[in-house]
């Protein structure tokens, strides 16, 4: 699932939770609408950091299909599931 479609899927579900959050009357749709976005907003900040520690970048770089091999130091390349990446000695 690739960041775009995360953030859709968040969205969606957000939605429908403030949906029948403003259905029952805890809300009005004014204060729902501003706390999807927020929510929306922290959440794709944290996934962004998160993708792009070093463990996350040389996981997308290993990804590549022209990418044959990536020489990582061992912290990193212990941390990436990828028959391409191979510690540094």
Same mark, same amino acid.
Do not use: C
């Given at each position: 699932?690739?960041?775009?479609?995360?953030?859709?899927?968040? /969205?969606?579900?957000?939605?429908?939770? =403030? =949906?029948?959050? @403003? =259905?029952? =009357? *805890? $809300?009005?749709?004014? #204060?729902?609408?501003? +706390? +999807?976005?927020?929510?929306?907003? $922290?959440?794709? #900040?944290? *996934?962004?950091?998160?993708? /792009? /520690?070093?463990?996350?970048? @040389? %996981?997308?770089?290993?990804? @590549? !299909?022209?990418? #044959?091999?990536?020489?990582? %130091? !061992?912290? +990193?390349?212990?941390?990436?599931?990828?028959?391409?990446?191979?510690? %540094?000695?």
């Amino acid at each position: 699932m690739n960041s775009e479609q995360l953030t859709s899927l968040l /969205r969606t579900v957000l939605q429908f939770a =403030g =949906g029948i959050a @403003v =259905g029952r =009357g *805890w $809300i009005d749709a004014e #204060t729902s609408t501003a +706390i +999807i976005g927020a929510l929306v907003t $922290i959440s794709v #900040t944290a *996934w962004s950091l998160y993708t /792009r /520690r070093s463990a996350g970048l @040389v %996981a997308s770089a290993a990804a @590549v !299909p022209g990418v #044959t091999s990536i020489t990582a %130091a !061992p912290k +990193i390349a212990n941390a990436v599931e990828s028959a391409k990446v191979q510690a %540094a000695h």
